[in-house]
């Protein structure tokens, strides 16, 4: 792929900002930006065959099972057919997703909803209710099918097509890491992946589904009778850490290695409060997946085999808890001995959850506890009649998350539970009580009667989606909503692309959403390596769509079929595409990507080349040596465009960050950091090879919270930041705020350099204090209050050109360029940042299709601070060039975008138009487009278009 433009364009579906410049979006693993996505791994049938192999599907007769469905609910219509045509006696399954936040952690999100058998013409009624599911067929002689499938609101009947075919095989064995032995008795499962394989996306977690073999003592295992596509894969051994592979390609060539890492162990003894040894306490680890717990023997012993990485340990014995403090790294095959988990006087969370509209108390909330920072759940209660809770835990930092049927969730991070206390923790859930209502019509305000609308929260969110139909006027109504960015989003009956606009619901609202829907066209074409060869897995194909009315951030793709091959059926437009494999978790557009214009009711044809994402890569280790599992790893982008990428390694310590384009500002520096354990290397390079990151130890803070005057403080946030105030780069993904209460504090996770400490009690005073702090070391602090409260920051964003207010604009303070901003501009142009701490900032605006603009301000305790009027400006044309990009289309060049107030758009090119010639040169494809209308900065350029039937000739200059 030519990296011939400095301008990639950063795609962010919660901004819905459109096109943004010289900027990288990390896709979150789990989420459903269209389609309903499953969010969680397990699957199903398939035989295995082999000496000492076993393999086992589970049996459908334990599954959860979902309510049934009123008569006047509706039905799916299955039609199972194979490659001789309808298949009989099919067995049919139907899935109903649930929300994750309702369940335990070790449970499934999927109930059965209805399962049947197909009739001789191969087809099955199903009864099910309105929402988001998996089906599944299975026959003899056949490999499984699956497809997700939506049953809208108020749809009588939803008709689903499944296709059976032959089986295939999978072969692999399963080794040790650190000598290749084989690894018998390991137990492998593959887990499908029913929809598209992107990168967000999880297998579906059904247990019922999954298929499992047993290693035999060569380590080796087999699988037959798969569907081909993709797959995750867990596999476990006695001794031996959990090892999971997404997005494994069946059939695949040749045998699959499994490495396994040794498992971790940590020993030691439950002791009570005289130092006596305590038996049968329940001792559990939390940190990884699911908790791992035993019991303690009769002299208080206990041995608890976990994989590596980060571990919380504690100990409950009636009322009496205990935990080992901060939190416990164990390497792959290393034991922690000598661990003593002491219990003390009862201690934990307690509190009321209520509602916001109404204060009403919320019966039934569930609370669910993670160490801070932490993956793993550590324990859970749920809400009582009066929605008072009260949830014993040994004393340390936990985050929160709070879930109740019909309400918003709610997440409180850095909750500190102290000695013999039970902390309060009072929370309010937003009511799911908002609701969506429009009319869908065509281009020529015609209703659109039966067209599918979904509101959609976007990924990581919160709350279920919801689906309905239009009426014959093309009216639809969505209620129960839960408040917050929602995306609303129509499509006509069995088409594949969609229309959306993304909106802020608020609870006990109607908000009207009017969609109009673009007739469709079709983009196919096949995917090749970069060397010519056909790909060795199918590809995903991604476009974008530029120059969208309102900056739509809508994102549509297809998986390439075995050969390569490709079909997008899009709303009529002009689209950027790149074919990425499965694993890239990152959208990343340049400007020279070929551009396609979609006509409605055509076919476009449009070949493409994988996109190898090839950036800074390596592994992130321990102290020791050892891979350290999950460490979030950030790269730092100064110059004109500050911004920050942030990825999380692997099970493995392994990250891969996709390269940039040439000319890019360069990188500060490459962060890593788990647990407080932190290594910074400045000016890194792409190309440079393989990284090794070594981690440095964590730091041991103490301090005090000390007031100038008024009472002293009973509880407060603290939040560490780098000295010159700016976020921390691994922040959000391990952030550093924590809950205290009293007026001490103590953090053995900090990072080991110099921080500024800000914290913020109760009741609104505000104080900061500097601290250099040595990896291993510990200091003390004490941080004085000032005597006022928070202060806050105002301004307007303005064009450059013109002076008229600038909306949707994105506004960080104190930290680079994300895909989440603090707050994003008014119509008029008008911002607020709330809450701010006294001191001096950093306020960066960054414009839909424009740069950064970076502003400094100082602002005083209980004072608002305001920018006035902040001139922002669109992105600018690189120079030498008109600022277009171009299409083609069997022998026809046409603009397929431009940048705003760039020279082309200036002369009058509008996109869409058809480029005849360059300087009298007539341009045949895209290659020579580009070509010729390139030239020394500031040289004028002739264009000779066509648009509607007539010719023109545009003057233009290039840009300087």
Do not use: C
């Amino acid at each position: 792929m030519r990296l011939r433009s400095q301008r990639p364009i950063f795609f962010a579906a919660l901004l819905a900002i459109g096109a943004v410049l010289l900027l990288w979006f990390r896709v979150p693993r789990p989420g459903t930006p269209s389609d309903p996505t499953p969010s969680a791994p397990r699957e199903t049938q398939a035989s295995s065959s082999g000496a000492g192999v076993t393999a086992r599907a589970e049996s459908v007769s334990a599954a959860v099972r979902d309510e049934p469905a009123a008569p006047d609910e509706g039905a799916f219509v299955v039609r199972v057919v194979g490659v001789s045509g309808p298949v009989a006696g099919a067995n049919v399954r139907a899935w109903r997703k649930q929300s994750k936040d309702l369940v335990d952690a070790a449970a499934s999100s999927w109930r059965l909803a209805a399962e049947g058998t197909t009739g001789e013409d191969g087809t099955l009624r199903l009864p099910t209710r309105p929402g988001d599911y998996l089906l599944s067929a299975h026959a003899e002689g056949h490999a499984p099918a699956r497809r997700e499938a939506t049953r809208p609101a108020g749809e009588a009947e939803t008709s689903v097509e499944l296709t059976l075919s032959a089986g295939v095989t999978l072969q692999g064995r399963t080794v040790a890491e650190n000598g290749g032995e084989p690894v018998p008795l390991a137990e492998v499962t593959l887990h499908p992946y029913p929809g598209a394989a992107i990168a967000w996306a999880e297998p579906a977690a059904i247990a019922e589904e999954a298929v499992t073999a047993t290693s035999d003592e060569r380590g080796q295992f087999q699988f037959t009778g798969l569907a081909p596509g993709r797959y995750g894969l867990t596999a476990e051994a006695p001794g031996f850490s959990r090892r999971t592979l997404r997005f494994l390609h069946v059939p695949q060539q040749g045998e699959l290695v499994v490495g396994l890492w040794g498992a971790g162990t940590l020993e030691g003894f439950v002791v009570d409060g005289k130092g006596q040894p305590v038996t049968g306490a329940q001792v559990t680890a939390s940190g990884g997946r699911a908790p791992v717990s035993t019991t303690s023997s009769e002299g208080g012993g206990f041995a608890l085999e976990v994989g590596g990485g980060d571990w919380v340990l504690s100990a409950r014995h009636g009322d009496a808890v205990g935990r080992v403090p901060g939190t416990l790294f164990v390497a792959p095959g290393e034991t922690l001995r000598g661990l003593t988990v002491a219990l003390g006087s009862t201690s934990g969370l307690t509190g009321q959850v209520r509602s916001t509209g109404d204060e009403a108390p919320v019966r039934g909330a569930v609370l669910v506890v993670s160490p801070t920072g932490a993956d793993g759940e550590l324990a859970r209660t749920t809400s009582g009649g009066e929605g008072i809770y009260r949830l014993g835990l040994p004393p340390g930092e936990y985050d929160v998350q709070v879930h109740a049927p019909g309400f918003a969730s709610a997440t409180h991070d850095g909750v500190v539970v102290s000695e013999g206390a039970h902390a309060t923790l009072d929370v309010k859930l937003e009511p799911a009580t908002a609701e969506v209502e429009g009319v869908v019509v065509n281009p020529q305000g015609q209703p659109v009667a039966g067209a599918e609308v979904r509101a959609q929260p976007p990924r990581n969110g919160g709350g279920a989606a919801a689906t309905t139909r239009t009426d014959s006027q093309g009216a639809y109504t969505l209620s129960g909503l839960v408040p917050g960015r929602m995306s609303v989003r129509a499509r006509r009956d069995g088409s594949q692309g969609w229309t959306s606009r993304m909106e802020t619901l608020k609870a006990g609202t109607r908000t009207r959403v009017d969609l109009t829907l673009t007739d469709s066209g079709m983009v196919q074409g096949m995917v090749t390596q970069s060397s010519g060869k056909p790909l060795s897995e199918p590809a995903v194909v991604r476009a974008v769509p530029r120059g969208a009315p309102g900056g739509t951030s809508d994102l549509a793709w297809a998986e390439t079929d075995a050969a390569g091959l490709y079909q997008l059926e899009l709303p009529a437009g002009v689209y950027q595409l790149t074919a990425v494999l499965p694993r890239a978790r990152f959208i990343y557009f340049q400007d020279d990507d070929p551009s396609v214009t979609v006509q409605a009711g055509s076919a476009v044809q449009q070949d493409l080349v994988l996109v190898e994402e090839r950036g800074i890569s390596g592994t992130v280790r321990e102290p020791s040596g050892a891979p350290s599992p999950f460490a979030v790893v950030a790269a730092v982008q100064g110059g004109d465009m500050p911004f920050t990428m942030r990825v999380q390694a692997d099970e493995n310590g392994t990250f891969a960050i996709p390269t940039r384009p040439s000319g890019a500002p360069p990188l500060q520096e490459l962060a890593a950091h788990n647990g407080g354990r932190v290594v910074r290397v400045p000016s890194v390079r792409e190309g440079q090879g393989l990284m090794d990151l070594r981690l440095k130890p964590a730091a041991h803070l103490r301090g005090r919270v000390v007031a100038r005057g008024g009472a002293v403080p009973a509880g407060f946030t603290l939040r560490l930041t780098e000295d010159n105030g700016e976020e921390l780069p691994w922040e959000p993904l391990a952030p550093s705020t924590r809950r205290f209460s009293g007026d001490t504090f103590e953090m053995r996770d900090a990072p080991g350099q110099v921080v500024k400490v800000h914290v913020q009690t109760q009741d609104g005073r505000t104080g900061s204090a500097r601290v250099a702090l040595e990896p291993g070391g510990s200091a003390n602090v004490e941080v004085s209050l000032t005597t006022g409260g928070a202060a806050s920051i105002i301004g307007r964003a303005v064009w450059s050109r013109g002076g008229g207010p600038a909306a949707g604009v994105a506004v960080f303070l104190d930290r680079a360029v994300t895909a989440r901003p603090d707050t994003v501009t008014g119509v008029d142009g008008r911002f607020h940042l709330d809450e701010v701490r006294p001191g001096p900032h950093t306020v960066r605006l960054m414009p839909p299709e424009g740069r950064v603009e970076t502003h400094s301000v100082k602002v005083t305790e209980a004072e608002t601070s305001d920018l006035g009027d902040v001139t922002v400006s669109p992105r600018r044309a690189t120079p030498g060039t008109v600022g277009a990009g171009f299409s083609e289309e069997r022998g026809q060049v046409a603009v397929a975008w431009l940048t705003p107030d760039g020279p082309a758009a200036r002369a009058g090119v509008a996109v869409g138009d058809r480029l005849l010639a360059v300087d009298g040169l007539v341009v045949r494809d895209r290659s020579e487009a580009e070509a010729r209308t390139r030239g020394a900065p500031g040289t004028p350029v002739r264009l000779q278009v066509r648009r509607e039937g007539g010719e023109r000739e545009l003057q233009a200059t290039r840009a300087e």
